[in-house]
């Protein structure tokens, strides 16, 4: 795939970089191995300083920035300034808290003293996917800077102009170069990156086989790696529940970003007793959704991000219901320029079809039927994922059965899954492993070392 901005909203070609040849490369490696030599001694106080003054930037110009996100991936202009806003609250968060979770951890034990330290590694990778181009980045590069690491970042394809804008924000916030690098190669390149033994672990957010792939060459350099891949969020919601409140919210979780989120609620699960209340009302949402340029203020649907994107969708539509699905509403790509699809519902979704099976990355939402809350969480774990739930039930028992039944890394009762900087984010079962944001997160790429004095 060529690094190219191509503005999903038009299709037009905005700008084409290079790849970065082998030589071009090496410098950079060997860059970051020095930069991690100065950068691992540097204290806290002094790293914070140079992350709050990145917080500032990009909160001076979350609006130029949010700009860039949305000619290159179409997400709406005001989703774009939130994203930004929400890098600003990250990078914040552990410029304020990182000296406390790394903090060396006294352990009671027959030594004299025994405690625990947690010691920086050197150069992560970091492969970034494009529909939170600046959020999946600084999550992971605010804990990996301040716990005295350097960043590596090999950004989607799509979306060269985000990544060095990043880079510059780090740049101009004071961080000593080498630090935080952008990579514009080729993903056949990543590979090598992986193999070097300058390179000490790896990060991935994307789909499962690039998890599967990543992993398994990280694996072969006995190397570290986290992944955050696909999902395919349930949606549960039972007769207890605010019904106005679950509608509104479900039509926004499953159209947030375009459908394009590996959180976005997918597969709706209702209670019997509310279903037939439930979908009328959330098809005609669907319907009345407003499409149009993302930089519109009115518009509320945005494009796809790309063209091969839209294709992918269609497909497992069509696929869906050619196995048997009901299409309510939607199911075809909108008739005008640009990469859009029409906001879609669809019900009696047979086992074996890709609504149940696979994760749509669009604005489909797929219905079920359970009869309680048991045949909820059954058919909620009856999929290969496992990254996040969203359970709606005013029961204090049905609470408790979903936050321990449901086998997901994350369950919000009442509300849409979300990230949170202070909360730890990640998923189970093919969703992936190893844990972003809170304490957890900034501990993922860190020596934790024992020692023990006699």
């Not at 806290?44 to 130029?64: N, T, V």
């Not at 090999?154 to 990579?183: M, S, Y």
């Not at 926004?252 to 209670?271: E, V």
Request: some cysteine; glycine content about 8%.
């Amino acid at each position: 795939m060529p690094i190219a901005s191509i503005n999903p909203a038009t299709g037009e070609t905005l700008k084409q970089f290079g790849a970065l040849d082998p030589a071009q490369i090496e410098a950079k490696l060997a860059k970051a191995a020095h930069a991690f030599e100065q950068h691992r001694r540097k204290s806290f106080a002094q790293r914070a300083e140079w992350m709050m003054a990145a917080a500032q930037l990009l909160d001076q110009e979350r609006e130029r920035l949010a700009r860039i996100i949305t000619i290159e991936m179409g997400k709406l202009l005001r989703a774009g300034i939130e994203e930004v806003t929400k890098c600003v609250s990250g990078c914040r968060f552990y410029a304020e808290n990182a000296k406390r979770f790394l903090a060396d951890q006294t352990i009671s034990t027959d030594a004299a003293r025994s405690y625990v330290r947690y010691e920086p590694i050197g150069a992560v990778l970091a492969i970034m996917p494009w529909n939170f181009p600046f959020w999946q980045v600084f999550r992971f590069a605010a804990p990996a800077l301040m716990a005295g690491n350097v960043g590596l970042l090999k950004h989607a394809a799509n979306v060269p102009q985000c990544a060095l804008a990043i880079d510059d924000i780090f740049r101009r916030a004071g961080f000593e170069e080498g630090v935080f690098q952008t990579l514009l190669i080729e993903t056949e390149q990543t590979r090598n990156l992986i193999n070097d033994s300058r390179v000490k672990a790896v990060t991935l957010t994307g789909s499962e086989r690039a998890g599967s792939e990543v992993a398994s060459a990280a694996a072969r350099q006995i190397k570290k790696s986290v992944l955050e891949l696909g999902g395919s969020d349930a949606f549960i919601v039972m007769p207890s529940a605010d019904l106005a409140a679950a509608i509104t919210t479900g039509v926004t979780a499953r159209t947030i970003n375009t459908g394009q989120s590996c959180i976005a609620a997918k597969r709706f699960i209702l209670s019997d007793r509310i279903y037939d209340r439930f979908v009328p009302e959330f098809v005609e949402r669907m319907r009345s959704l407003r499409i149009g340029d993302p930089l519109d203020a009115a518009t509320e649907l945005g494009p796809l991000a790309t063209e091969a994107i839209l294709r992918v969708v269609d497909q497992q539509v069509q696929d869906s219901i050619a196995a048997g699905a009901k299409l309510l509403t939607g199911g075809k790509r909108v008739e005008r320029a640009g990469f859009f699809y029409e906001p879609t519902v669809l019900t009696d979704i047979p086992r074996d079809s890709p609504a149940y099976r696979e994760e749509i990355f669009g604005p489909v939402a797929s219905f079920f039927r359970a009869s309680d809350g048991a045949e909820a969480i059954k058919i909620a774990n009856d999929s290969s994922f496992g990254l996040g739930a969203s359970a709606w039930t005013n029961d204090l028992a049905e609470q408790q059965l979903f936050a321990s039944k449901l086998e997901t890394g994350m369950v919000f009762i009442n509300s849409m899954v979300a990230s949170n900087p202070r909360l730890p984010f990640g998923g189970a079962k093919r969703s992936g492993f190893g844990r972003e944001l809170g304490a957890e997160g900034i501990r993922e790429f860190v020596n934790i070392k024992t020692v023990s004095i006699a």
